[in-house]
């Protein structure tokens, strides 16, 4: 079945089974393979990817129950370059290990942080339900912060001290 796809600003055209997952469609017909399969049962949100805003486990949500004037965004349309304040602030303090699960942790963050600028500890829990097996949890908590105090890890009282001796 042929359907249509409003991705990252532009409307792309895909061939599906009806039943087939977003996470699948956009990995494999689409070539967005930053978003990642971790459960396939909406348990960890490597899958997450935001639906008009909202983030969405996309691998249980068919791809055929998007409408055509749902916006899809991915963590490739967050920013041309990187440069998302979340991502900026991922980088700043290193918050990745393998990586696998953090382009859902990011786009849940967004997500959080457009509803709520300053979040607390508990609307943090709240939102952030991603599982990673490397155990950022801690770092991307603070990054979350650093994002809520303006992106400047110092005056989040967050800064860094890494290997180099360079402090972020
Ligand atoms: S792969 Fe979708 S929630 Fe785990
Ligand atoms: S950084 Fe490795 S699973 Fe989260």
Redesign the pocket.
């Known amino acids: 079945m042929k359907s249509r796809l409003n991705v990252n600003g532009s409307v792309r055209e895909f061939e599906a089974d009806p039943a087939t997952p977003l996470l699948w469609v956009l990995r494999e017909q689409l070539g967005l393979t930053g978003t990642k399969y971790g459960c396939g049962i909406a348990a960890c949100g490597a899958c997450t990817v935001h639906i008009d805003g909202v983030p969405t486990r996309s691998c249980v949500r068919p791809a055929s129950t998007v409408g055509a004037n749902e916006k899809v965004v991915t963590i490739e349309g967050l920013s041309p370059d990187a440069s998302h304040p979340v991502q900026k602030a991922w980088v700043a303090l290193d918050v990745?290990?393998?990586?696998?699960?953090?382009s859902g942790?990011i786009m849940a963050a967004v997500a959080l942080l457009r509803d709520k600028p300053k979040p607390t500890d508990r609307d943090i829990d709240e939102a952030m339900t991603n599982?990673?097996?490397?155990?950022?949890y801690n770092r991307v908590r603070a990054a979350i912060k650093v994002v809520a105090e303006g992106g400047n890890p110092r005056v989040a009282g967050l800064a860094i001290q890494h290997a180099d001796g360079s402090v972020t």
């Open positions: 990745p290990q393998c990586g696998y699960c953090q942790m599982i990673c097996r490397c155990g950022t």
